[in-house]
C-alpha cells in the first residue's frame, strides 16, 4: 500500500504564491503517474494537475492554467504544484493521488476514476 503525505499548504494573501509537496512512503512512486485534486467547502472534489510517471507529460483544468505548475523530482520521490496568482476561488483542501493501474503511465491522467491511493490533504487558504 502506497501512503501518500502532502504538505506545503496554508493562509495566503490573494496574488501570493504557496508550493505543495507530496511525498511517497515507497521509493517506486517515481514509476507512477500522479495527480492533484482539490475539494472546496461544499464541492465535489475536482481535478486541478497530472503529470506522467517520466514528468514528460502534463495536463491542468483550465481554471489553474498559467497559474499553476506540477512537477516531479523522483530523485526525491515527490511531487510539486507550485501555485502563483493564487484567487479566493483556489481555497481547498488540495490532495495528490495516485493509482495502481499507473505504473509507468505515459500520459497525465485527469480523470479520477484510476487513482486509488490518496493523501489526506493539505488546507489551502486564500483570503481577499
Known amino acids: 500500500q502506497v501512503q501518500l503525505v502532502e504538505s506545503g499548504g496554508g493562509l495566503v494573501q490573494a496574488g501570493g504564491s504557496l508550493r505543495l509537496s507530496c511525498a511517497a512512503s515507497?521509493?517506486?512512486?517515481?514509476?507512477?503517474?500522479v495527480g492533484w485534486f482539490r475539494q472546496a467547502p461544499g464541492q465535489e472534489r475536482e481535478f486541478v494537475a497530472a503529470i506522467s510517471w517520466s514528468g514528460s507529460n502534463r495536463a491542468y483544468a483550465d481554471s489553474v492554467k498559467g497559474r499553476f505548475t506540477i512537477s516531479r523530482d523522483n530523485a526525491k520521490n515527490t511531487v510539486y504544484l507550485q501555485m502563483n496568482s493564487l484567487k479566493p476561488e483556489d481555497t481547498a483542501v488540495y490532495y495528490c493521488?495516485?493509482?495502481?493501474?499507473?505504473?509507468?503511465?505515459?500520459?497525465?491522467?485527469?480523470?479520477?476514476?484510476?487513482?486509488?491511493?490518496w493523501g489526506q490533504g493539505t488546507q489551502v487558504t486564500v483570503s481577499s
Open positions: 493521488a495516485s493509482g495502481s493501474r499507473l505504473r509507468r503511465t505515459a500520459v497525465a491522467v485527469t480523470g479520477s476514476g484510476l487513482y486509488d491511493y
Open positions: 515507497v521509493r517506486t512512486f517515481s514509476n507512477y503517474a
